[in-house]
């Protein structure tokens, strides 16, 4: 018994966090998706990624299988506002509710003031939200506390 | 003079094929009705005579292997988390161990669910769900959820390989009889098939054919150690990938049309054959088998016409023919064998339905999507396109005057623009039914199954 609760502790402490990470809606730009998946590879987490052209049922769908406890969403073509619209409410269908969700890239059309953004996207349930620019490296201290690391 | 008998216990007929070794040829072949209602052996001896007479004599045989899908064949019930991931991984998983999928489940289970597993005769129960490191609440729920239905169904679990343990401990817990195998889905959209697959094989030649009052032969026979489709998957892979010096034939298709259900197999990557085509969906197997339950020539006979549209239905009454009513004939008379010419032609009429529909439901598809920087296409499923042969099996088909009109409705046409189907095929068949006899056979002997199989299908 006391064994079980070791090997069970030990396991807790190993587990790998999951992230899912992919490009939401009609996107295809593939190669921040790739950086991201490196970068947070090389910090030990387990990446599952969804790739480009991800709808939102294919990120919650990976996140349900996968345990996921975060879901990093890129959009690089202006229609990111569209694409993320209901995504928190399909989460709390699918039972994920609680799951950490991120946004970055171009996320809006044209070049619009960044608070306003950062609120409607908020109000969309969103967790993070990041400006057009961000590196993941900048992001990486965030991911780390919000996974309470 | 090296002989092997191969025996497959239909669910209708139980049929032998005599091989001989040497000469790598069919020397023979009969068949008689299954009775395994009554006495398996019984049904086997008749079939046993009626080769020994053709033969001339009776002979010994160095081997004697049977397949079976008698008595309902095997049963299963699929259980997973999503039903585009470990849902559908799991039903592919048991159809390629030759099943039938009778029912699928996802998510967390209801008691009435669960209930209706226990209820429905299902032989086998496959429970998954979640990849390797990933989701453990659903599966662990599920475990304990069958576990209180009391169930004496044998588990499978193939699901989350870090949850085994705990798994292991509720199947004990309720004193389950269960087996562990490798997740279906060890990552997102990897698809695991052969480990179940196998654990499912030994659990259907230990305990299924046991129950099903099959396994009694086994003091006459050497074993019988495949579900009959799983034979038959062995077959067309072995046809289509070939066998040391003697080649293949390459990506092929086959289609069995049969009084309950019609089964359709591709054997091909089906990987896309355009750059610019983008894969989504689960992977999909290199020896790919769909069943449809709802599409058959007699038991299934209603289905077929169901899945029209009133439409359509009319469009057949407008040229004379009344598919309801033919529908209902061959339902309640399951046995009816066309007596001219007409009978043959409505056959054909069902034929064509049970094709195009089995095609359309196993083929991969394409899907068109607008972006800014251009048209993309993404596909679904596996491309047939470049399908070499399509091959038919099945009494319809078989003993039909012209198989090929059956055929062709498996090929690419107009109305079906977005589904990948094989372009320009050539077709073949299985004039002597001998798939299941040679998948049998393909274990012993490959090249000697291989030959024969080049020899016995046929063009048309």
Known sequence: MVYNILVNNIKEKVRMKTIVIGVIGADVHAVGNKIIEYVLKNEGYNVVNVGVLSSQEDFINAAIETNAQAILVSSLYGHGEIDCRGMREKCIESGIGDILLYVGGNIVVGKQDFEGVKHRFEEMGFNRIYAPGTPIEAVLPTIKADLGE | ?460
């Open chain 2, 1 to 460: 003079m090296e002989l092997y008998l191969l025996v497959d216990f239909g669910s209708t007929y139980t049929k032998l094929t005599a091989v001989d070794l040497e000469k790598a040829d069919i020397i023979a072949t009969s068949r008689s009705f299954t009775t395994v209602a009554t006495d398996i052996h019984d049904g086997y001896h008749q079939a046993l005579q009626h080769l020994y007479q053709k033969i001339g004599s009776e002979v010994t045989f160095s081997k004697i292997v049977a397949c079976s899908s008698a008595a309902g064949g095997l049963k299963m019930a699929a259980i997973g988390l999503v039903e585009e991931l470990t849902v559908e991984a799991a039903k592919r998983v048991c159809l390629g161990a030759g099943a039938k999928v009778d029912l699928v489940f996802s998510h967390y289970l209801n008691t009435k669910e669960a209930e209706r597993i226990k209820n429905e005769k299902i032989d086998i129960i496959l429970l998954a769900g979640g990849t390797d490191g990933g989701n453990r609440d659903c599966v662990l729920y599920n475990a304990e959820i069958l576990g209180k239905t009391g169930t004496k169904v044998p588990v499978v679990y193939a699901g989350n390989k870090s949850c085994q343990d705990e798994i292991m401990a509720i199947f004990e817990k309720y004193h389950m009889e269960y087996y562990i195998c490798d997740n279906v889905m060890p990552r997102l959209n990897v698809l695991n098939i052969d480990s179940a697959r196998e654990v499912i094989r030994k659990v259907f030649m230990n305990n299924i054919i046991e129950a099903k009052g099959i396994k009694k032969i086994e003091n006459e026979i050497d074993e019988i150690i495949l579900p009959t489709p799983h034979a038959v998957l062995k077959a067309t892979e072995l046809l289509s990938k070939g066998y040391l010096h003697e080649k293949g034939l390459g990506e092929i298709v086959i289609i069995d049309i049969g009084g309950a259900t019609t089964d359709v197999y591709s054997i091909c990557s089906g990987s896309p054959k355009r750059a610019d085509v983008i894969l989504k969906g689960l992977e999909e197997p290199f020896a790919k088998r769909t069943v449809e339950g709802d599409l058959g020539m007699r038991y299934s006979a209603m289905g077929v016409v169901n899945a029209l549209s009133e439409e359509e239905i009319n469009l057949y009454l407008e040229q004379g023919l009344d598919m309801v009513s033919e529908a209902k004939k061959r339902t309640t008379n399951v046995d009816m064998i066309p007596q001219n010419d007409e009978d043959e032609n409505i056959d054909i009429a069902f034929g064509q339905i049970c094709s195009n529909l089995g095609m359309s439901r196993h083929v991969g598809k394409m899907d068109t999507q607008y972006t800014p920087m251009g048209t993309y296409y993404f596909q679904y499923g596996k491309d047939l396109t470049g399908v070499d042969y399509i091959i038919g099996t099945g009494g319809v088909i078989i003993y039909n005057h012209s198989p090929q009109e059956i055929l062709k409705k498996m090929l690419a046409n107009e109305r079906s623009v977005m589904e990948l189907r094989p372009k320009n095929a050539k077709f073949l068949l299985d004039r002597e039914y001998i798939f299941s006899a040679m998948g049998l056979l393909s274990l012993h002997e490959p090249l000697v199954a291989l030959k024969i199989m080049k020899k016995y299908v046929i063009n048309i």
